[in-house]
């Protein structure tokens, strides 16, 4: 099994999810994160104050799946969630050792 | 004819309800500026880790003024006898005497309570008005100045927050309103000293606004700044709740300037018009400043309640005393100054050295200062406070036609004020410029003796850096939004924590049932 971990812009979310789904995927965990890559922050002001704002909003989605599912989950959030333009996300994958089904205690693909 | 016998009746005659009503009513309005407008708009523009500090100080700080007015406050600002006797039961008995003897005499009023029955509900008598009777009790007149008098400690609470003790505020409150406001409010407006040469302030664009902006700055050099860290991440924690109290400070400022003639009458109908006029005037154009002259370029919407609070400063000290055309210039001007110096002036010493954390001294102390001047170019003598017509024993009007009240008849002439675009005369100007050097000095001076007085006494006015790097947390053991979910009750108090569910009656409810969905279709 893999553990997908995408970062990617928040208006994005409806897309990427969207198309997982299509592919079968059952579920996934999402956060709201703050980051920084390549793509510069931005300025607030507030009174007259400026704030130099160096983190972004982004979206952060963890999704389990198997090892064969692994590839085409990690193209489809890709296509999703492209928009051509600088900040939009990264994804990488990690193996992952088990997993368990905390209701039956199901463990392994079946837990998925 | 027979008098009608005697029953029961809800006022005596001197009371008018329909001014009764509009005074009781405006005082609530004005009530409801400190809390909750100004209360909410200050503890949203200030970090998480500060709002229920400013929340706590806040409702602390208008219950001080509330028990201090009535036990002594409001005497000192509005009784009729003054130290010295200068106003004596109400009557100014040295008017024209000129000199330091006037001044003195005619400083403050002797403080004293008003608690009583016949303190409460007898009919109020202060050389705040010595025209017409007042047709309403001293309780009206007494909250009424009340909620002001609150309200003024609170607005420099934005200079001082974010490093002052809890207990340094809640002394200096009620000595504060003791010795600087009553002083100043007696003055200008109950009577006193200034009110007796003339100079003007329709309702606190000196006594309220500029002696806060003062006041603070003052307060904020004595404090020291807040922590590095804050000044660098003092970022606004909710700009919708900020509306909130932005936009409750703006209606309830037709109560703080349409109840200030005393009379439900044409002046408070213009003074409220006029109050509109000039904040919209004011908000627009900081506005445009930003959207057309700032760095950003943006039209920031914490600029435009700057905007907005400006313009309801500047107004103040000319309400109804300006016509509709004067009150958009002074609406206009005052932004335009306010923007200018919070931009600029800012960044040069007194201003760039001292810690006015929400910067205080400019959208009311310059904004008031101003104001209050303007008064002397724009007061339009035929905006009229009071015409001229009958008044019956009691102090009713009577038969009064509306060319007897705009026009000077007999020994009446109308009351209005003779501004220098309309006279030509700069008397009044002068007056004002007077005044307001009066009330800077004086708010200076008695704040900075003030929190001396309580840096020794307390041994030290501002918490130590450890508490000021958490801030609410370490002061009052709260946060503004806590999380339930991380928490768990480990002590004593209301809502039976350690008792078991049987024990509560509530045995056989089963919690996590699942919600039934798609019912009902």
């Known amino acids: 099994m893999k553990l997908v971990v995408a970062v990617v812009k928040p208006f994005k979310l409806d897309d990427v999810k969207e198309s997982l789904k299509a592919l079968g995927v059952h579920g996934m965990t999402v956060s709201e994160v703050q980051g920084f890559g390549r793509q510069r922050g931005h300025t607030e002001v507030y009174r007259g104050a400026e704030y130099e704002v160096e983190f972004v909003p982004k979206v952060r989605l963890e999704i389990v799946v198997d090892d064969a599912q692994a590839d085409e989950v990690t193209n489809a959030v890709v296509d999703a969630a492209g928009t051509g333009k600088i900040g939009d996300g990264k994804v990488w994958i990690l193996p992952v050792e088990e997993v368990v089904r905390v209701r039956t205690g199901e463990r392994g693909a079946d837990a998925l | ?521």
Not at chain 2, 39 to 59: E, G, Q, R
Not at chain 2, 274 to 289: C, D, F, I, K, P
Not at chain 2, 489 to 507: F, K
């Open chain 2, 1 to 521: 004819m027979l008098a009608a016998a005697v029953t029961y009746v809800p006022y005596p005659s001197w009371l008018n309800p329909g001014d009764n009503t509009w005074q009781i009513t405006a005082a609530t309005f004005v009530g409801l500026m400190s809390l909750p407008g100004l209360a909410v708009l200050y503890a949203s523009i200030v970090p998480k880790k500060w709002a229920v500090n400013v929340l706590a100080m806040m409702f602390a700080g208008f219950s001080l003024v509330m028990i201090a007015w009535f036990v002594w406050g409001y005497k000192i600002g509005f009784g009729a006898n003054s130290f010295g006797g200068g106003v004596k039961d109400g009557v100014q008995t040295q008017l024209g005497r000129g000199g330091w003897t006037q001044f003195i005499d005619n400083f403050a009023g002797k403080p004293g309570p008003v608690l009583s029955p016949q303190g409460e509900q007898g009919q109020a008598v202060s050389a705040a008005n010595t025209i017409i009777p007042f047709h309403f009790p001293t309780a009206s007149l007494a909250y009424f100045q009340l909620v002001f008098a609150a309200i003024t400690p609170l607005l420099f609470l934005g200079s001082v927050l974010g490093r002052i003790k809890f207990l340094a505020w809640c002394l200096l409150v009620p000595l504060w309103s003791t010795f600087v406001y009553g002083v100043d409010a007696f003055l200008l407006w109950g009577g006193g000293y200034f009110a007796q040469e003339g100079s003007l302030d329709f309702s606190g664009g000196y006594v309220i606004h500029m002696s806060a902006g003062v006041s603070g700055f003052v307060a904020a050099w004595v404090l020291g700044p807040r922590l590095l860290r804050d000044r660098q991440h003092f970022l606004p924690n909710n700009l919708v709740m900020a509306a909130v109290g932005a936009g409750i400070l703006w209606l309830g400022w037709n109560g703080f300037n349409g109840g200030d003639p005393y009379y439900a009458g044409s002046s408070a109908a213009g003074a409220v018009v006029n109050t509109n006029l000039a904040t919209a005037a004011g908000l627009l154009t900081w506005v445009a400043l930003d959207a057309w002259l700032s760095k950003e370029k943006k039209p920031a919407f914490l600029g435009a309640v700057n905007g907005m609070i400006c313009g309801l400063v500047g107004i103040t000290p000319c309400a109804g005393w300006v016509n509709g055309q004067g009150a958009i210039y002074v609406g206009v001007i005052c932004c335009v100054i306010v923007w200018v110096a919070w931009n600029f002036l800012s960044k040069v010493p007194p201003f760039s050295k001292v810690d006015d954390a929400l910067g205080v001294i400019y959208t009311h102390g310059i904004a008031g200062f101003f104001g209050g001047l303007l008064l002397g170019i724009f007061g339009d003598p035929n905006m009229l406070e009071y015409g001229c017509g009958h008044l019956d024993s009691a102090g009713q009007v009577v038969a009064t036609t509306a060319t007897q009240y705009a026009t000077a008849k007999g020994t009446c002439v109308p009351f209005g004020v003779d501004g220098l675009a309309y006279t030509g005369s700069a008397h009044q100007l002068w007056e004002q410029f007077r005044a307001a050097i009066w009330v800077i000095f004086w708010s200076a001076l008695v704040t900075f003796i003030l929190m001396q007085l309580l840096k020794l006494v307390l041994r030290g006015v501002r918490y130590k850096d450890e508490i000021l790097e958490v801030g609410d947390l370490a002061i009052h053991g709260e946060e503004m939004l806590p999380e339930d979910g991380f928490s768990t009750r480990i002590g004593a108090g209301v809502g039976a924590a350690g008792m078991s569910e049987a024990s509560l009656g509530g045995g056989g409810r089963e919690p996590d049932d699942p919600v039934p969905t798609g019912a009902g279709t």
